[in-house]
């Protein structure tokens, strides 16, 4: 087994550079979810009717609102609390649960823009198939309630697994008195209850990867025919796949870091007691969600263009303050 040298204390720099990068990305992410979360919420605000892709990102970014104060909340506790030579802490193992169940949440509101990309833009030959593309189109708000019903249900049993079995090592630490053992116990009892709420994603990454799948083939069809038509490249629903896709794919390699990542700090954090390598964990999986964001804001048309008013209105701005100044430079003659 790699073995690798405990980092059970690190240096004030180390610490300080640590949470300047984490109220940075802390900063970033509130940045560009809360952006997309008030774009669309001032629509409704002004009665206007939110699309079912607006709606699903609506939704996805207040997630990740909570999932960037969660990972905020992880590193203050890192840095400052919990000492690597000690078992976890139940405020500690509590914030990591709650930000797998919100990651959970956050992969269910993915494959349900996945699954909307897919009705919308794949076009199906097959009656079952083409049946189902109309049903996610017209129902994607049901569809959303019933992936955050799913979620929800998962929540509580996980939260019930986890302070079931945390009430039980408390209850076995309490009455034993090999502190060998009963840190055994702990760490037992949080990788069993991880495990467990891991399982709940495997549905919704399934889902996610199935409509992925489609669109991959769907686009290939399309290029072919185009090919064969020999049509030019500025075909709409050309560019809707390859949208489309960049933003889904994307979230595949992000996901994907994010769940290796959060995989490599269960044995960093609990084995090799290594919290420089818990800090380099953590950096990654706040980065993540701030990235998807970005790419999501680029490949929106409705997003770019509030980025666009908002830039316009700040170059209009600084004109008018810089010709207000040179205004004031300007020697009075009369």
């Not at 760490?187 to 467990?196: A, C, G, H």
Request: charged share 10%.
């Amino acid at each position: 087994m790699l073995a690798l040298t405990p980092v059970i204390t690190v240096s004030y720099e180390v610490k300080s550079a640590f949470m300047f990068l984490s109220v940075l990305e802390l900063a970033v992410g509130i940045l560009t979810n809360a952006f997309i979360f008030l774009v669309n919420f001032w629509d409704v605000v002004r009665r206007q009717p939110l699309s079912n892709c607006d709606l699903i990102l609506l939704s996805l970014s207040l997630t990740r609102l909570f999932l960037h104060g969660l990972l905020f909340l992880d590193a203050i506790q890192l840095t400052y609390f919990q000492r690597m030579k000690d078992p976890l802490s139940l405020s500690y193992q509590t914030i990591i649960m709650l930000w797998m169940i919100t990651n959970q949440a956050g992969l269910w509101l993915t494959t349900c823009l996945s699954l909307f990309y897919c009705s919308k833009i794949v076009r199906f030959s097959h009656t079952l198939l083409l049946c189902l593309a109309n049903w996610v189109s017209r129902k994607a708000p049901q569809m959303l309630l019933g992936a955050m019903l799913f979620s929800s249900a998962c929540t509580l049993l996980c939260l019930g697994d986890f302070f079931s079995r945390s009430g039980f090592a408390f209850t076995t630490v309490l009455l034993m008195n090999n502190t060998e053992f009963n840190s055994q116990i702990v760490k037992l009892n949080f990788y069993y209850s991880s495990i467990f709420c891991t399982l709940g994603s495997i549905p919704p990454f399934m889902f996610f990867l199935v409509s992925s799948g489609v669109l991959i083939i769907s686009l290939g069809r399309h290029m072919r025919t185009m090919k064969a038509n020999t049509k030019d490249s500025g075909d709409p629903s050309l560019e809707a796949h390859i949208k489309a896709l960049i933003s889904l794919i994307s979230f595949l390699c992000l996901y994907v870091v994010s769940f290796c990542v959060a995989l490599i700090s269960v044995p960093l954090t609990m084995v090799w007691h290594n919290k420089i390598g818990v800090m380099i964990c953590v950096g990654i999986l706040a980065a993540c969600p701030s990235i998807h964001a970005a790419i999501l804001i680029s490949g929106n048309a409705k997003l770019r263009r509030a980025v666009e008013t908002i830039l316009l209105w700040v170059q209009s701005s600084l004109k008018v303050r810089a010709g207000h100044r040179a205004d004031l430079r300007t020697p009075d003659l009369c």
